[in-house]
């Protein structure tokens, strides 16, 4: 069996929600805030709610891809390099 | 080969350039000089390293050198004022679950996420649009790691901020009543 997580309070997790959202706490570290969010109703909200605010920013924001019109643009440039000079 | 490996990302770097510009017809231009200038330096690629990373290491110094020249106008929104979570605080009573988040449109997020200042914007858009690691970011934008933490926790929180008052502007929310 491992050790418990080390017990943190509502401050380190709000320090490091947004890194451990986004998975770039060590094991250990995401341990300590998942042991947290667990006992802690109020940090278990906040955290829901910023989660849901980064997929809201995900999904609105990943929709635009670059025109047909411009990537045609470029195959032909790479194909057929003008000579602008 | 450049075909397979890099273009795919051509619209991860519509997508970046246009929150670097501001506009579509700069974008438009800043993608296919980017493209071009990687298309032209593959050789220095290094194969199995990440090709997004290094296409929009080329965009973003194309953008410095090239672009940034001409200033883009425009209102910026003060990170540096914003507490952290208090949008979470004031919706707790009325929208624990942020669904106002729903009623606004892309537009505004995206005019939203243009207000910010340059390496904040830059670095919310690389993490939440295009997916970054932090250490990648780190990387493109020549800061340290922590650098990267705190320019995305403090772009988030203004962007929220700003996404919330313009909630309520709407009446997609109503404002949390001030205390007696």
Known sequence: MTDRPRAIDCAEVMERLYEYLDGELTTERSDEV??????CAPCTALSSFETTYIRFLEARTRTRNAPEELKKRILKEMLFPQDDS | MFEEEALPHLDAVYRVALRLSGNETQ?????????????????????GTNARAWLL???????????????????????????????FRDVQEVDPEGRFFDDIVDDDVLRAIDALPEEFRETLVLSDVE??????????????????????????????????????????????????
């Open chain 2, 27 to 47: 974008a438009e231009d800043l993608t296919q000089e980017t493209m071009l200038k990687a298309y032209r330096s593959w050789s220095q690629y290094r194969e």
């Open chain 2, 57 to 87: 290491t080329i965009l973003r110094n194309t953008f410095i050198n090239e672009y940034r020249r001409t200033r883009r106008m425009g209102p910026t929104v003060d990170v540096t004022e914003v507490e952290s979570f208090t949008v």
């Open chain 1, 34 to 39: 998942k042991a947290h969010l667990q006992d």
């Open chain 2, 131 to 180: 997916g970054l690691p932090y250490a990648e970011i780190a990387k493109i934008t020549e800061v340290p790691v922590g650098t990267v933490k705190s320019r995305l926790f403090r772009a988030r929180q203004a962007l929220q901020a700003q996404l919330y008052d313009y909630a309520i502007e709407m009446g997609y929310i109503k404002k949390r009543e001030a205390a007696e």
